[in-house]
Every structure is written in C-alpha cells, then in structure tokens.
C-alpha cells in the first residue's frame, strides 16, 4: 500500500491564484488630494488621500498614540465599503463618508 504523503511536506509549491481585494488603488496615477482624519476628541490620526481616478488610501500621523490604533483599519473599512458601494475615488474625500466617528478636514494647498 502506498501512503500519499502530506502535502505540507511536497519539496514544491503550487501556485494559487488569489483574487484582488475590492478596494481602490494604491498607486496614483496623477497629482493627489488629501484631508487630515481627526478623532472625536479633534486629535489629527492621519490622511485620507485620492488621485481623482482610481487611487485612494489613508496614511497614519509619524507617531500615533497607542489609543489612535483603531483608525487604520475603521478607515480602510470604510475605504472597502464606499468602493463596493461604487463611489469613485474622487468621491472619497467627502465628510459624510467619515461620521460620526471620524471628522475629515479640508488640508489647504
């Protein structure tokens, strides 16, 4: 009888095709636009940024404070949620999209 062995010893991988996420781009095709994400308390927890096209994305403040964790993934939540929604990228820098827990402010220049 011959034993098939386990094939998490194979001395080979099978690639496996993984479908993308539904999400926006990370990658911008053109100039971008951004808006400071602030907490409820007014503290700044990042950037919401969009090229207008296709692209979007949040960047975190240098040095969050241990409580401001939350925000990365709420945000890229919501980032998940607008596109399945199809809002296109340049869409994504409206307040509404962000309340009540978050508050997105206009960043000059």
Not at 5 to 10: A, G, I, L
Not at 49 to 69: C, N, R, S, V
């Amino acid at each position: 009888m011959t034993e098939t062995p386990n094939p998490r010893f194979y001395d080979y991988v099978t690639p496996v095709t993984v479908s993308r996420n539904d999400s926006y781009d990370f990658k911008a095709t053109g100039p971008i636009r951004r808006a400071g994400l602030h907490d409820r308390r007014g503290r700044l927890l990042g950037h919401v940024w969009t090229d207008d096209h296709q692209a979007a994305g949040f960047t975190k403040i240098e040095d969050p404070e241990p409580d401001m964790g939350y925000a990365g993934g709420r945000v890229r939540r919501i980032l998940a949620d607008a596109y399945k929604a199809g809002i296109p990228a340049g869409g994504l820098l409206d307040p509404a999209l962000y309340a009540p827990d978050f508050e997105l402010r206009a960043t000059p220049g």
